[in-house]
């Protein structure tokens, strides 16, 4: 299976209708992950794409390519095998999804993914929680789910987001546990693939996209680490819907266990960061070893979850605006330093 174009980012779809922009009534909260919604507008459709459908339907998929063009040649790629054979995209197509374990995983997609109306009702109201904070930014205008043969969970370009629904359907789902090389796909990346995170991973992934939190030209570790708390704190107020409390297992995409670790283990964290002077390193590999997804967090125990500097930079921005009673407008442009100082784990 072919593992290209991993350029951006994709969410099913299911259509939605048009939400004008109205300006934003005055909200008074002493929580600054609370959101008044009600007033807010958006323009989202949201879709769902079935590869299955076009198969036999040559005029639907070439209508198709001509409107979303970006798309398929993303899933045109991503469904490609090793042979390098020319061929059409309605060649590739077909080929793809007459395989054995594409039509059992399309099986599984409807399972998991019988009813879009939720996923899209939760989509709407997430995103106006964001927009209520941040109505300046740039939001998708469109969503859609398919089929991606496992290349990525969300990809996103040009007002588009494509969500690869086959990621969402369960670590412990057959078709994931017995379809998938275990090299490319390895038992801590499989675990991740829930449902449960699908919201968490559009979220973050606009974020990072449209820049809401401001570029800063440091390179030092510790920047890295607040700019993704920033993000993770954004992250956390979008999912609050009904400004109900979340899971931070949700937002941290950890396990029950892998959390307690980190809770028990922040302050022995922030401890080996500082003696070893990894702090203000500009090393890449120490950022990555910090910050990116793995089985662990590389550098310190094999028992700690992956991306701790994630979650101690979630801890250290959280504090720092709730001791502070500060927007999450404020929150994006104070300096990584003032934050730092601020922290006591």
């Known amino acids: 299976m072919n593992r290209r174009g991993k350029k951006w980012l994709i969410i099913g779809v299911i259509s939605i209708g048009i939400i004008t922009a109205i300006g934003l009534y005055l909200f008074d909260s002493k929580n600054p992950l609370d959101a008044n919604s009600e007033e807010v507008k958006i323009e989202l459709s949201i879709k769902h794409l079935s ?7 040559t005029i639907r998929f070439n209508s198709l390519l001509k409107s979303e063009p970006e798309t398929i040649n993303l899933l045109t790629n991503n469904y490609k095998t090793f042979n390098t054979q020319d061929t059409s995209s309605i060649e590739v197509w077909k080929s793809f999804f007459d395989q054995t374990y594409v039509k059992s995983t399309e099986e599984e997609i409807s399972k998991v993914f019988n009813n879009y109306n939720k996923v899209s009702k939760n989509l709407i109201e997430v995103f106006k929680r964001l927009k209520f904070h941040f109505p300046d930014r740039k939001y998708p205008n469109k969503i859609i789910f398919t089929n991606t043969n496992f290349g990525g969970n969300v990809y996103l370009e040009n007002g588009t987001i494509v969500v690869g629904s086959e990621r969402y359907i369960g ?9 998938l090389p275990p090299d490319a796909f390895p038992k801590w990346l499989k675990s991740g693939f829930e449902k449960k995170y699908l919201l968490r991973d559009l979220l973050m992934s606009t974020l990072i996209y449209n820049n809401t939190i401001p570029p800063n030209n440091q390179e030092n570790l510790i920047s890295k680490i607040i700019d993704w708390g920033k993000i993770c704190v954004i992250t956390e107020m979008a999912l609050r819907i009904g400004n109900k ?3 931070p297992k949700i937002l941290l995409r950890w396990t029950t266990e892998q959390y307690k670790w980190a809770e028990k283990n922040e302050k022995a964290f922030y401890k080996y960061l500082k003696i070893n002077k990894l702090l203000f390193s500009s090393n890449e590999k ?6 990116n997804n793995g089985p662990y967090t590389i550098g310190f125990s094999e028992k700690s979850p992956d991306r701790l500097g994630q979650y101690l930079g979630w801890k250290m921005v959280r504090n720092y605006i709730f001791e502070e009673e500060l927007s999450l407008t404020e929150m994006v442009n104070i300096e990584y330093k003032d934050i730092l100082k601020k922290y006591n784990p």
């Open 245 to 247: 409390d979340i899971d």
């Open 171 to 179: 670590g412990s789902n057959k078709v994931v546990q017995n379809s």
């Open 286 to 291: 120490d950022h990555a070893f910090i910050l």
């Open 51 to 57: 590869g299955t459908d076009l198969i036999s339907d």
